[in-house]
């Protein structure tokens, strides 16, 4: 599953909010209009007099309306209207440093390299990926958590990817790190089909799709 993640989501949640509430005062007015002595409503409501229990319950219906959808523009600017920092490779205390939040593209990924010369049957690079990615979320949890629920919020988007063989690996790990992506390199512990502490797969990532197609763009499925 993979989805836009940009400043245009936040800009559809609130307009639809909006919608919803200027639809539903609408609908309200309409039937006081209707149904209702709104003459007298409206003056009850200006001047604070005294009013019927009907007229009552109405005008508390239309104050409880505009509350809550207040109070819900309000909890999804929280969530979904914060500023993001920007996103600058390398920025910081020089190459290495993490990046930011938000990529050109607005999409986040995390890729998962798989060494090709080991021959691991499908179950062992199941395992070893499992491992890379399970060691990268632990790691973007602690360092950048705010990256780590934009990739969340994009659906979680990983993608299985092969290298020819170690040095390849750790070619791509080297410029994962001068872009500043996170990365994670499993050492197998060879209790079974390969040799102990043999690197088998690199995580690069979670991370803007734009940077991390820098690394491992050219490479072809697993």
Same mark, same amino acid.
């Given at each position: 599953?993979?989805?836009?993640?940009?400043?245009?989501?936040?800009?559809?949640?609130?307009? /639809?909010?909006?919608?919803?509430?200027?639809?539903?005062?609408?609908?309200?007015?309409?039937?006081?209009?209707?149904?209702?002595?709104?003459?007298?409503?409206?003056?009850?409501?200006?001047?604070?007099?005294?009013?019927?229990?009907?007229?009552?319950?109405?005008?508390?219906?239309?104050?409880?309306?505009?509350?809550?959808?207040?109070?819900?523009?309000?909890?999804?600017?929280?969530?979904?209207? &914060?500023?993001? &920092?920007?996103?600058?490779?390398?920025?910081?205390?020089?190459?290495?440093?993490?990046?930011?939040?938000?990529?050109?593209?607005?999409?986040?990924?995390?890729?998962? /390299?798989? &060494?090709?010369?080991?021959?691991? @049957?499908?179950?062992?690079?199941?395992?070893?990926?499992?491992?890379?990615?399970?060691?990268?979320?632990?790691?973007?949890?602690? &360092?950048?958590?705010?990256?780590?629920?934009?990739?969340?919020?994009?659906?979680?988007?990983? /993608?299985?990817?092969?290298?020819?063989?170690?040095?390849?690996?750790?070619?791509?790990?080297?410029?994962?790190?001068?872009?500043?992506?996170?990365?994670?390199?499993?050492?197998?512990?060879?209790?079974?089909?390969?040799?102990?502490?043999?690197?088998?797969?690199? @995580?690069?990532?979670?991370?803007?799709?734009?940077?991390?197609?820098?690394?491992? @763009?050219?490479?072809?499925?697993?």
């Amino acid at each position: 599953m993979s989805s836009v993640c940009d400043g245009n989501t936040a800009r559809c949640l609130f307009a /639809v909010t909006g919608a919803t509430c200027l639809v539903e005062l609408f609908a309200t007015f309409i039937y006081i209009i209707l149904y209702t002595s709104w003459p007298e409503l409206l003056i009850s409501l200006v001047f604070g007099l005294k009013m019927d229990p009907v007229s009552g319950q109405l005008a508390l219906g239309v104050l409880a309306g505009v509350g809550c959808g207040l109070c819900l523009g309000w909890l999804l600017r929280g969530r979904f209207g &914060r500023p993001l &920092r920007s996103l600058a490779p390398g920025a910081g205390n020089g190459a290495g440093s993490e990046v930011s939040v938000m990529g050109e593209s607005g999409e986040f990924k995390m890729t998962l /390299v798989v &060494r090709n010369d080991l021959k691991m @049957g499908k179950g062992k690079v199941a395992a070893q990926c499992s491992h890379a990615a399970v060691s990268a979320y632990k790691q973007v949890q602690r &360092r950048n958590p705010d990256l780590l629920k934009q990739w969340e919020y994009c659906g979680q988007p990983k /993608v299985v990817v092969k290298a020819p063989d170690e040095e390849s690996m750790i070619e791509l790990l080297t410029h994962a790190k001068e872009l500043g992506l996170p990365v994670s390199l499993i050492q197998d512990a060879g209790r079974t089909q390969i040799a102990p502490g043999s690197r088998t797969v690199l @995580g690069v990532g979670p991370g803007p799709v734009d940077l991390v197609d820098k690394v491992t @763009g050219h490479l072809k499925l697993y």
